[in-house]
């Protein structure tokens, strides 16, 4: 089993930054790859972005590319997604999410790849 918790959530102004990790225990080194998504009120939980352990590659959805950067550290099993410019679009509740799968670019993006969630947290962007 893997356990996934994030952190950094909050409230910010449009146009400002944020910072969220997600820090990964367990069996962590059975994990392939760990990606961010998110959900607003009355949407479904959709993709924001993922990095694979292994080589680093990063993936981000169409509507955060150029402003969101996740990165990962793993000597501490834990991913970071940097948000700047933040839009009031962006506010939704944040998980967290690793996948022991094989890494695969076309199953990356999808939410029944991975295996593991986090609880998520709170991002609120005010216009």
């Known amino acids: 089993q893997v356990q996934l918790g994030e952190s950094g959530g909050g409230l910010v102004q449009a146009g400002g930054s944020l910072r969220l990790s997600c820090a990964a225990s367990?069996?962590?080194?059975?994990?392939?790859?760990m990606g961010w998504f998110r959900q607003a009120p009355g949407k479904e939980r959709e993709f924001v972005s993922a990095?694979?352990?292994?080589?680093?590659?990063?993936y981000y959805s169409d509507s955060v590319k150029g402003r969101f950067t996740i990165s990962r550290d793993n000597a501490k099993n834990t991913v970071y997604l940097q948000m700047n410019s933040l839009k009031p679009e962006d506010t939704g509740v944040y998980y967290c999410?690793?996948?022991?799968?094989?890494?695969?670019?076309?199953?990356?993006?999808?939410?029944?790849?991975?295996?593991?969630w986090g609880q998520g947290t709170q991002v609120t962007v005010s216009s």
């Open positions: 990095v694979k352990w292994s080589g680093g590659s990063t």
């Open positions: 367990g069996r962590t080194f059975s994990t392939s790859a």
């Open positions: 999410a690793a996948s022991g799968k094989i890494a695969v670019t076309g199953v990356i993006r999808r939410t029944g790849w991975y295996d593991y």
